[in-house]
């Protein structure tokens, strides 16, 4: 899986800090009954809505490799535009467009 260097940087930076962000998070996973497939398209849409082009990336690769397909990506996207608005919806669509174009999806 693709890790961005900050992101790895970081990780040897901090590794205890790490250790616990990482920890809380498969934390939060475990803690309802979602299932890992829905959990990373919901986390595509919290990152829409923050406009992180970082981790509408990272979800958007994290929701194809737990079997979403283009279309679903692309619906979470869309949901996007009447709640964050057309700028921030569009740029997200881009975003998750270079991915898929990367992917060969």
Do not use: C
């Not at 299932?35 to 194809?64: C, F, P, W, Y």
């Not at 919806?89 to 992917?103: C, G, N, R």
């Amino acid at each position: 899986m693709y890790l961005p260097k900050k992101y790895k940087d970081f990780s040897a930076a901090y590794p205890e800090i790490f250790k616990a962000y990482k920890e809380m998070g498969t934390l939060v996973r475990e803690s309802g009954p979602l299932d890992e497939k829905t959990q990373n398209l919901v986390k595509l849409g919290i990152a829409i809505g923050s406009n992180s082009r970082g981790a509408v990336m990272s979800h958007t690769r994290k929701a194809l490799d737990t079997g979403a397909t283009k279309e679903e990506i692309s619906h979470t996207v869309l949901l996007a535009l009447s709640t964050t608005g057309f700028p921030n919806m569009i740029a997200a669509m881009h975003w998750v467009d270079e991915v898929l174009e990367k992917d060969g999806k």
